[in-house]
């Protein structure tokens, strides 16, 4: 007996939001990595995530999310001031959404 495989349609938002990723830095010069993430959206609900390994040390005072489509950067920053000492966590992840 022979069985068919079908496969689930992808969503419209992988061919859009798949190219795109995002670039952490803060002005202590802290390296973050991004560990995962994913994508997701059917037309007009769409949603990215990154997760990020590392967190902002207490000494830094900005981090500047720069935004990268297919490898290049697309000029486009977000720049964050922290403002208060960031208490020590048990798991060091910055989560973008």
Same mark, same amino acid.
């Given at each position: ?18 190219? %795109?990723? #995002?670039?952490? !830095? *803060?002005?202590?010069? @802290? ?7 994913? %994508?997701? #959206?059917?037309? !007009? *609900?769409?949603?990215? @995530? ?48």
């Amino acid at each position: 007996m022979r069985t068919k495989q079908f496969l689930a349609p992808q969503m419209p938002s992988n061919s859009i939001l798949e190219p %795109v990723k #995002g670039n952490i !830095t *803060d002005d202590v010069g @802290t390296t973050y990595i991004c560990v995962g993430g994913r %994508v997701g #959206g059917t037309g !007009t *609900d769409w949603d990215a @995530t990154w997760i990020y390994n590392s967190y902002p040390p207490s000494e830094a005072e900005t981090l500047t999310l720069e935004f990268i489509v297919s490898g290049t950067p697309a000029g486009l920053s977000c720049v964050v001031e922290l403002q208060e000492s960031i208490p020590d966590l048990v798991s060091p992840i910055i989560r973008i959404s």
